[in-house]
């Protein structure tokens, strides 16, 4: 069923864990994830390391490609909004602002050359009941997103996030903070897979399809496949955070 800047498709379930944030400054300042890892997770990292429990030493082996192909596709099956209007980012953002984790990613106009860039056109984040999908060359990159993207309070989960989080701050500067990379939680976990795909077949025991990572986000009107497939991933990080805490606690 569409509505008006509103795709519902139709489930996610969490365990908040707290982790530190830190203040981001400018591109040119910004640090690298793996120093936003806080002690304490460091800490998770080794009792599950003496526990045995994914630990480095007798953890997981690496999947194979054949292998991460063998695992069934799943998509996310929940509540899917599509945010077009400036109007209705002040609504979405309230309903992510009662959220403790969020799973996390963008998309951008692929890019064919070398030294190519195309900053995002869509952002996307997955709460517990529903995923929201905001296009941002109609809606923007606006300030109350900005301001959900800068709480500390709200940890905001998912992969080889530098390079989005940089991109997002040549839209418009602001100051990330609870952002947590579950390939370094994966890491120090014992996992050996730390991509979205890989991880998803190691920890969650299904890969997710690809079919639409290099189509075009910019156009004007976003396919039903390209919706799914956003909010598909920002779904699978926060379901991985979640699995990767349960493992580290």
Not at 141 to 163: C, E, H, M, T
Not at 204 to 215: A, C, D, E, I, T
Request: aromatic share 6%.
């Amino acid at each position: 069923m569409v509505r008006r800047g509103m795709v519902d498709y139709n489930p996610s379930r969490a365990r908040p864990c707290l982790i530190a944030a830190r203040a981001w400054r400018g591109t040119k300042g910004l640090r690298t994830l793996r120093q936003l890892m806080t002690d304490s997770t460091v800490t998770e990292r080794n009792a599950a390391k003496e526990s045995g429990d994914g630990g480095s030493n007798g953890g997981w082996s690496r999947l194979s490609k054949d292998e991460i192909n063998a695992r069934p596709i799943r998509k996310y099956k929940g509540p899917i909004h599509l945010v077009r209007d400036s109007d209705e980012v002040v609504g979405a953002v309230r309903q992510l602002e009662k959220e403790a984790v969020l799973g996390f990613d963008t998309e951008a106009r692929p890019t064919f050359r070398s030294g190519q860039v195309h900053l995002p056109t869509v952002l996307q984040l997955a709460g517990e009941h529903a995923a929201y999908v905001f296009q941002l060359r109609h809606c923007r990159f606006s300030k109350p997103l900005r301001r959900l993207l800068a709480n500390p309070k709200i940890v905001k989960a998912g992969v080889a996030l530098d390079r989005d989080l940089e991109e997002l701050h040549q839209l418009a500067p602001f100051q990330p903070a609870g952002f947590v990379d579950v390939g370094e939680l994966a890491k120090q976990a014992g996992c050996k897979n730390h991509g979205l795909r890989g991880m998803a077949a190691a920890l969650l025991n299904f890969r997710v399809s690809k079919n639409s990572q290099r189509s075009n986000w910019a156009k004007e009107t976003l396919s039903p496949e390209q919706i799914e497939y956003a909010a598909t991933d920002a779904w699978v990080g926060r379901e991985l955070y979640h699995k990767l805490q349960q493992l580290m606690s």
